[in-house]
């Protein structure tokens, strides 16, 4: 008998919903060995997405579930979100950088309806200078948003939705359906 088949129904069921999103073809979304020690139960899935200006972003969805509930959830699940991309030094000068990315989750969240209370995390820009024998451009700048809220029910398929929108937001991809177009020579 697999660890699956073993697993509570309401976990089933909300590994059912994040393995039914598909994501826009930019981004890769497949499923990673979860952390073990956070929650009786647990599924992960990572991405990687690189937008119009070459703009690197990776991030990791995790689903925790405990039958018990623990009392910071308010609930019995928990999403856990991961993000983090390379920047531009001129967005990351932005001083509203932090509010901007933290936006782009609640509004992903929101248009796809997802359900969701008890949400909390952070956004952080960091600026890493390397020195000596470390390869890579001398200076780099990287947003970091980590995120978890409880869902308000097994259907998971609008949280995978929203962080896949995330995703595209934090790399600058265009909705769906909008193209970019280039900035033509001369004008």
Do not use: N
């Amino acid at each position: 008998m697999s660890a699956m088949t073993q697993a509570p129904s309401e976990f089933q069921a909300a590994v059912a919903a994040l393995r039914s999103v598909e994501p826009r073809p930019e981004i890769e979304l497949e499923p990673v060995r979860p952390p073990q020690r956070l929650a009786p139960w647990s599924y992960a899935l990572s991405c990687e997405v690189t937008g119009p200006a070459e703009v690197l972003a990776s991030g990791r969805l995790v689903l925790l579930h405990d039958p018990d509930g623990q009392d910071a959830w308010h609930g019995v699940l928990r999403l856990v979100a991961y993000v983090t991309a390379e920047l531009d030094a001129e967005l990351a000068s932005d001083p509203f950088l932090p509010s901007v990315g933290w936006s782009w989750l609640t509004e992903a969240l929101e248009s796809t309806e997802a359900s969701y209370t008890a949400l909390g995390g952070t956004v952080t820009e960091t600026s890493s200078a390397r020195f000596g024998d470390i390869a890579g451009p001398s200076q780099t700048e990287d947003l970091e948003l980590r995120a978890s809220w409880t869902p308000l029910s097994s259907d998971l398929k609008p949280h995978g939705d929203a962080f896949c929108q995330l995703m595209a937001s934090v790399v600058g991809l265009p909705p769906v359906g909008v193209t970019l177009f280039e900035q033509r020579s001369g004008s």
